[in-house]
């Protein structure tokens, strides 16, 4: 590895092209540590070496570096801090494509037992948690183009709620069930519209309940299961939601009371619930 000049003036062609062959194998070689750190991290990435996007994806990468450097150089443009740059530029992409956590800016407000939500129009949807023991109503709207967190009082819950639902209906809206406000279990349920930004009320859950699990079903209806109700009571029972009708009805009950579980709906509209509390 040849390091960078610290006088451009005086580089030679051979010293710049020793400078481009530096950073290409730079590159390479970090882009190879990376890729081994990420098979060891993550078990669904065993095949790394041979996943051709990625593959296909460095050789562009290395391919503009190599035309940049040259045509740099024609042109009287070649230098160690455009060079430099360039090679920080190309190492950030080589980190997205091995998919590596980047920071991103920070919420407006702390919280914790919150719920988030993509929307249709690519923009994350964050309702309610808690911040320092209190419940809170505030909602934030993240726009990933402008990397920005939008906050605004006209957006905010019409009830503060944590261990609450989030779910999105077949028309785009998002339904949110259930809360608790750190005194109670309550039984209300909110309706947001991303066209007009703005929450409104629908009709109450049969039972009170948070630390629920909730499921759009295929015909468009929600099912809400289990969680906690009133008195801390765990719960067996499931109600169903006819967005059409703004009404709830009563389904099975689960073989178990449960809260904190999970569930997962299959292509047949079968529903699997693991796990929980009770």
């Not at 080589?94 to 407000?109: D, G, H, P, R």
Request: aromatic share 10%; glycine share 6%.
């Amino acid at each position: 590895r040849v390091p960078f000049s610290s006088n451009s003036d005086d580089d030679s062609p051979f010293e710049s092209i020793c400078d481009l062959i530096s950073i290409s194998i730079e590159l390479k070689f970090d882009v190879v540590y990376l890729d081994r750190s990420q098979r060891v991290k993550s078990e669904c990435r065993d095949k790394w070496y041979y996943n051709k996007r990625f593959i296909v994806s460095i050789c562009l990468l290395l391919i503009i570096c190599l035309i940049f450097g040259i045509v740099g150089y024609l042109v009287g443009l070649t230098s160690p801090n455009i060079e430099r740059s360039l090679f920080f530029w190309i190492r950030l992409k080589v980190k997205i494509l091995i998919l590596e956590w980047t920071i991103v800016s920070s919420l407006n407000y702390p919280r914790s037992k919150h719920k988030s939500i993509v929307l249709k129009d690519g923009k994350i949807l964050v309702t309610g948690g808690e911040d320092l023991a209190v419940c809170t109503h505030s909602t934030e709207l993240y726009d990933p183009s402008s990397d920005d967190w939008i906050s605004d009082d006209t957006i905010n819950l019409n009830h503060p709620r944590y261990f609450h639902t989030m779910s999105m209906l077949m028309d785009g809206k998002v339904l949110v069930t259930g809360r608790y406000d750190n005194h109670e279990y309550l039984d209300s349920t909110e309706l947001y519209d991303s066209s007009i930004g703005h929450w409104t009320s629908m009709k109450n859950l049969t039972i009170a309940r948070s630390r629920h699990t909730a499921v759009l079903l295929q015909n468009g209806k929600l099912l809400v299961v289990g969680g906690c109700g009133r008195n801390n009571d765990y719960l067996n029972s499931t109600e169903f939601y006819d967005p059409t009708t703004d009404n709830w009805t009563m389904s099975g009950t689960l073989n178990e009371a449960r809260a904190d579980h999970t569930l997962v709906i299959f292509d047949n509209n079968q529903i699997l619930i693991t796990g929980g509390q009770n």
